[in-house]
């Protein structure tokens, strides 16, 4: 069964840098026709998709989010990554990682980790 | 790029009511996923490529749509249908997704 779980620090500080971890168990990130992507939901329940990696390893980044944003991964451990600069409030969150279908789109989805950013 | 909207953003409905949620995009989109989303949950994918239903939802859950207008039935209305439902589609330019706004459908 395909399972997705992220991890981060959970409170940081404004102007910091974050780096949250996927881990993804029951396939392989590097399986064709996949992309696996990063989701925030802010409090007020607004969905906005930040980037994904492809399984060749091709990114794309949301065009508004790109400046401070970096996917990577790590595919001995089965593991991406989602490091973001510069946070202020406004990126205070919950962020899900998710298995992207070519064919059915976002339908693996993490239990999210939230991420508070204040001084 | 391109903007969907939702409506309504709030509504209830009685058990064996139908329902209908409709999402509006700015520009002509190609298809339309839905989701379903309850309280301290992750979204789950619902309905894919505007008709489909994903694994275990309901036949009384329904897609449909083109161009600019979409919309997601639900023809008798059951309790465990009250969750907030959002659209999303991917654009080509720029290389994108977008999701609406959500429609929070309660339980009368």
């Known amino acids: 069964d395909v399972q997705l779980q992220e991890s981060g620090p959970g409170l940081v500080k404004p102007s910091q840098t974050v780096s949250l971890t996927c881990t993804v168990t029951?396939?392989?990130?590097?399986?064709?026709?996949?992309?696996w992507s990063w989701i925030r939901q802010f409090p007020g329940n607004k969905l906005e998709w930040i980037g994904y990696i492809y399984y060749s390893g091709t990114i794309t980044y949301n065009p508004s989010l790109t400046s401070r944003t970096t996917i990577t991964r790590d595919t001995s451990k089965n593991q991406f990554f989602l490091e973001m600069n510069s946070l202020t409030a406004e990126d205070t969150a919950t962020y899900y990682c998710?298995?992207?279908?070519?064919?059915?789109?976002?339908?693996?989805w993490g239990q999210g980790t939230t991420l508070t950013v204040s001084s | 790029q391109i903007v969907l909207t939702q409506s309504p953003a709030i509504m209830s409905a009685s058990p064996g009511e139908k329902v209908t949620i409709t999402c509006s995009a700015s520009s002509s989109v190609s298809y339309m996923h839905w989701f379903q989303q309850k309280p301290g949950t992750s979204p789950k994918l619902w309905i894919y490529?505007?008709?489909n239903l994903a694994s275990g939802v309901p036949a009384r859950f329904s897609g449909s749509g083109s161009g600019t207008s979409y919309s997601l039935t639900i023809s008798r209305m059951e309790a465990e249908d009250a969750a907030t439902y959002y659209c999303q589609q991917r654009s080509s330019y720029p290389h994108m997704y977008t999701f609406g706004g959500g429609t929070k459908l309660e339980i009368k």
């Open positions: 029951g396939i392989s990130i590097t399986t064709g026709n996949y992309r």
């Open positions: 998710a298995r992207d279908s070519i064919y059915y789109g976002l339908d693996y």
């Open positions: 490529s505007t008709s």
